[in-house]
């Protein structure tokens, strides 16, 4: 069992930074694949970036060069660093992994780019 809490979603005007995070909880973190997807209103959920326990990491094309994807397995978590946000970068934002053949996700966090 795999539960996920994001958090640091909020506003932010075009062209600033935010930093979500994901915890983790049990002993397990540090063999999952971990994942960041997005949602915007009234579009499909789309993957935004993944990390491997070696910490491989692979990006969506929209988002490449602007957001950094990291993890600490000692804290259990993973990190999205957001720079140069853009207006179509609002969603929610969703922590994922897989592990033995289900799919956990986290309840979500907003991310809002505006002026």
């Known amino acids: 069992q795999v539960q996920l809490v994001e958090s640091g979603g909020g506003l932010v005007q075009p062209g600033g930074s935010l930093r979500l995070s994901c915890a983790a909880s049990g002993s397990i973190f540090s063999i999952l694949t971990m994942r960041w997807y997005r949602q915007a209103p009234g579009k499909q959920r789309e993957w935004v970036a993944l990390i491997t326990p070696g910490g491989i990491t692979n990006y969506a094309d929209s988002v490449k060069g602007r957001f950094t994807i990291s993890r600490d397995n000692a804290k259990n978590t993973v990190n999205l660093q957001m720079n140069s946000l853009k207006p179509e970068d609002t969603a929610v934002y969703y922590c994922?992994?897989?592990?033995?053949?289900?799919?956990?996700w986290g309840q979500g966090t907003q991310v809002t780019v505006s002026s």
């Open positions: 994922h992994a897989p592990h033995n053949g289900r799919d956990y």
